[in-house]
């Protein structure tokens, strides 16, 4: 009788706290200032779904820090991807909520995890279709590495190196109720 191998994913270790992604965002929020001079023709683009929870608590640390309010867009890059069809799964699309011109902006794409780059691809030809930015950079809480694509983040809250066998996990209160970041590790497990 075929031995049956069943995938477990358990959590392996945090590497955030609710503290460490405060403290990650309110120097993530610094970072854009320096870099761009301030807030002017600044404008937050997260992704879908945690990238828009974190734009909008960057917007909010801007806000505090310089004063001005920037405005924040949720995009959603699902007919984007280029894996649309590969998994066989049915993509759910969510909205693309922009309700300012990105034309001639300082976009600044904002999402969780920064992995192979395609998320960020998909994103970039989402936002061509809404306008032309004037420039796009890239803020994550946590680039875990293994590029498959040459992208990069201008801003990084954390960088962590994993094994490709390792997720990592980010938990927002919005979301999830809770604020962390954790390592999930995936096991086999014979029966």
């Known amino acids: 009788m075929p031995t049956e191998v069943t995938m477990k994913v358990s959590e392996k270790a945090q590497i955030m706290d609710a503290a ?4 990650a965002l309110t ?3 610094h970072e854009i200032i320096e870099k761009n001079k301030g807030t002017a023709d600044l404008v937050l683009i997260g992704l879908r779904s945690r ?27 699902t007919l984007y991807r280029d894996d649309l069809g590969r998994t066989g799964r049915h993509p759910t699309v969510r909205k693309t909520e922009i309700t300012f011109s990105i034309e001639n902006k300082k976009v600044i794409l904002v999402d969780d ?41 201008d801003y990084v809250g954390k960088n962590v190196p994993t094994a490709k066998t390792e997720q990592v996990q980010v938990m927002l209160q919005e979301e ?15 029966q």
């Open 113 to 153: 995890v920064l992995y192979t780059g395609r998320t960020t691809r998909a994103a970039m030809d989402g936002l061509m279709d809404l306008g032309r930015p004037r420039v796009i950079q890239l803020a994550v809480l946590v680039d875990r590495g293994h590029r498959e694509l040459p992208i990069r983040a």
């Open 20 to 23: 460490a992604i405060q403290r």
């Open 51 to 77: 990238g828009v929870d974190l734009a909008r608590r960057l917007s909010q640390r801007l806000k505090e820090i310089d004063g001005a309010h920037v405005p924040v867009g949720a995009l959603d890059i």
């Open 176 to 190: 999830d109720g809770v604020d962390r970041v954790v390592i999930m590790e995936s096991t086999t497990d014979d």
């Open 27 to 29: 120097r993530v929020a």
